[in-house]
């Protein structure tokens, strides 16, 4: 009889603990008792004679697509049966809502360095962010390239580009080679730039624009902005220099810390590192602005140790409005 009683608390002990690692793991907001809080239970339940015996059962529950493993004690009395069930879940770094990739822990909207984590909707943008100032936008279907200049790998998959604007003269933002990589597969492709540019590239046929213009290139709205490459030194002529804003949502003022004419920014590419630049006024720059989201360019002149102390003052700056650093590396997708 003695085996038979047994056998059933520890059935009926087993079929409690499922019960409650169903409920702990399925239901929103349920928590698991610490190990240290269960075993303290047991241990008060000892000290006045109870005789008890603890039984440990690990537990792998698949949710979704997050194994959750949990740790049940289970608290027998060996004369009335099960006294408690008491669950432990182990503790993890990573919050409520977050995910795990490699040693990073990435909120539930930023993206992955491999891709993003949700889905594009209709209309909206994928940025591509290439060495130094190059960037690539994709929209329906469709490319639009900045700045790709020799600083930056040679461009190798421009099919379906509309447009390359390129914001001024200097060498790191453009180079014949790279426009002709691009002009290669997408030889309807217009390229945009203002006057200092047209001189440079005079073998290529270049619109000019200015600051203020609106053009429309494919699904892409560009309007303009600056007018003035920033001073590196008087010694050095200040060329052409104009900003520009894809479809009211990315703002990339090439070389300058001219601002746009808009009530919000979502996205903002900030000059991290320049011969033309202090870390001082693209702390100001971003603190001025206040955008949504911003992300370092401008960044292949300095080292490794230059580049992590610029991203850390820039997320310092967008933190100080509400906003939110994403730590775009050469390669790296967001969805705009």
Request: proline fraction near 7%.
């Amino acid at each position: 009889m003695s085996a038979v009683l047994v056998s059933a608390v520890l059935v009926r002990a087993v079929i409690m603990g499922i019960v409650v690692v169903l409920a702990v793991v399925s239901v929103p907001g349920v928590g698991c008792l610490p190990l240290r809080a269960a075993m303290m239970l047991v241990v008060r339940r000892m000290v006045v004679a109870v005789p008890f015996v603890p039984v440990a059962v690990v537990s792998t529950v698949r949710r979704s697509a997050t194994v959750v493993r949990c740790v049940i004690v289970l608290c027998v009395d060996t004369g009335r049966g099960v006294v408690g069930v008491l669950v432990h879940r182990p503790h993890s770094n990573t919050p409520r809502g977050y995910q795990r990739q490699g040693s990073d822990t990435i909120p539930p909207d930023i993206p992955s360095r491999a891709g993003m984590l949700h889905t594009r909707q209709n209309g909206a943008m994928k940025l591509t962010k290439l060495e130094h100032a190059a960037l690539i936008v994709e929209s329906e279907g469709q490319k639009l390239f900045i700045d790709p200049g020799s600083f930056s790998t040679p461009i190798t998959d421009a099919t379906d580009t509309v447009a390359v604007v390129i914001t001024h003269e200097h060498a790191d933002h453009w180079t014949p080679e790279q426009l002709n990589r691009i002009l290669e597969t997408s030889p309807d492709a217009t390229i945009y730039g203002p006057e200092g540019v047209a001189a440079a590239a005079s073998d290529f046929k270049v619109t000019t624009v200015h600051a203020g213009d609106t053009v429309e290139a494919g699904p892409f709205t560009l309007r303009f902005f600056g007018g003035k490459h920033a001073v590196i030194h008087s010694s050095i002529p200040i060329v052409d220099n104009v900003g520009v804003v894809v479809n009211d949502a990315l703002v990339y003022p090439g070389d300058s810390f001219a601002a746009p004419d808009l009530s919000e920014i979502n996205v903002l590419a900030v000059p991290s590192s320049a011969p033309w630049l202090k870390a001082s006024e693209f702390i100001d720059y971003v603190l001025g602005l206040k955008p949504r989201h911003a992300f370092a360019t401008h960044e292949m002149v300095s080292s490794v140790v230059g580049k992590q102390m610029a991203n850390g003052r820039i997320q310092w700056a967008v933190e100080q409005g509400g906003g939110r650093y994403l730590d775009l590396q050469p390669g790296d997708t967001y969805d705009i």
